[in-house]
């Protein structure tokens, strides 16, 4: 079986192999110097008892929350608009697309300039102009996130609008056509036909959408390195301090174990949740 | 792109109380798009050529002291270096998308086309890989790529580390096996009656017939590995072999404004024109995606 060796291969040795010993390593000391040693539930401890983890869990639960909150609705309307457009919705899903393709490096560095806080700073400058700000955006401990999110929001809608848009395009004409004819109006067709046809995927999006920015990395790595005063220090950003900065191996992969664990239980429950709604 | 219509009917167009709105709408939405979408880059390629204290005092000023500075794109790509990193990041990504593109035909050949008993059991191990976060063997993959097992090489700082580890994906394998599925199996019927091997049909037959999937995957993953940072960063700590994503932040550091964003823009540039030509392929793929998550 030649044709299966690549896949064999890669998968074995990339994906599946690290997984395991992900899972291992959680439970080891380990830091590639000395021999490794079972340690049980150490690390887990450890982790546990560092008071930065759970300011950094609730900095990324707050940051999920506030990407949620700017992040869901508007993909969602956009493409429920675009999809009216006909033959011109090229045009607008291109537009969209632009920050999707925009490397995330040059962007938050493009962005952190933007950011600049003093009133000539480019986005002072623009509020500036209707008697708003000067903001000090990146710089205060409660502006840090959401100028994040902003930022993260702009650069991952162009790819939710793409998704929905592609959904809607499924929607037989004879649907809107019944509804029609039984007398629906335009926003009824909306919330009756269109709405409805897209319920699993913005169901599994929002799923999807919560499990991405739970690993937050390289937004807060570039913009801030977690401060000002740990206001964005990430999960993620403290596996990597762990694992990369300090060594500390076993603690990092037991925090990365954890934060997966979070994640299952969460799409679990909401799997359960929803279960009611899509079979309705 | 859509069926015949959508909610709105041809007889609601007309209507005044439906268009205006409508028509005002696109309006809108096109000016927001312009500004979000557009504006960046625009503001980018202008901030390229300009003096620095021009793009700090008074970014949205046009060129307020009159210079253009066409030098900064030059002085970017020598001595900053950006044409250098940008030929490692072109080095990774044409691998990667290699390295995707053999494991993901191969793989959909074998699990859509040959069907082994025990393909079952291999395409639900991939499919289970699509429901495990990445960040669980973020560190156990780095210490693999550190030493990997059984041959015991070390493939930091070569360029492997970063193209084989992506090729691992589940979403390539399926996208492409699905569009196996969709190929007649008379097609390979009459092949075998013809006496044509595995091998053969899977290269004169299978990989011909799947040319539009093998663009999508190919196009999906350069843009992957070009946008991609944590990784490079970790396994190529070697400047020589960094993309340009690991050095733009370095070159922040040390470099003055005006060159700076010139390098910003030549590094968004690449991407931008290949999304542009290949536009097509690649809003489709992003659909494709949506419709295998779901």
Redesign the interface.
Known sequence: ????????L??V???????V???V?SVQQTN?IDPVKWVGLENFRYVLSDPGVGQAALNTIWFTLLALLFGFPVPVL?AM?L?????R???????????V???????I??WR??Y?PSP???FN??LGTVGLGPYPWLDSPSSAMPSIVLEAT?AGA??AV????????S???DL??AA?LDGAG?VR??WH??LPHLR??LL??LL?QV?GTM?L??EPL?FTGGGPQGSTMTI?LL??NY??VNGD?GA??AL??L??LA?AVL?AVFQFATRGWSTE | MSGERGALSDADRRLGRVRVPFVVGQVVVLIGLLIAGLGPLLWLLKAAISPTQDSIRSPLAWFPSGQVQWGNLSTAWQQAHIGYYLGNTAMIAAGTALASLIVCTTAGYVLSVLRPRWGALLSAGILATLFVPHIVSLVPLYLTVLKVPVVHANLTNTFWAVWLPPAASAFNVLIVKRFFDGIPREYFEAARIDGAGSIRVFTSLVLPLSRPILGVVALLSIISSWKDYLWPLLVLTNPDLQPVSVALPKIAKVTELNIQLAGLFLALLIPVLLFLVFQRAFLRGVGLSGGIKA
Do not use: H
């Open positions: 079986m030649l044709f299966a060796l690549p896949v064999l890669v998968f040795v990339f994906s599946w192999g690290p997984i010993k992900g899972l390593m590639l956009l608009f999809s009216e457009l006909r033959g919705s090229w045009l607008y899903s291109t537009l969209a697309y632009l920050p393709i925009t490397p995330p490096v040059v962007a560095l493009l300039f933007f600049d000539s700073g480019m400058t623009i702009w162009g790819n793409i998704i929905y848009l592609a959904a809607l395009t929607v037989r004409a809107y056509e029609e335009v067709r909306v036909v269109m699993g995927v599994l999006m999807l499990i690993q990395f390289t570039l993620l596996i990597y694992a990369f191996y990092a992969t990365s174990v934060l997966a994640l799409s």
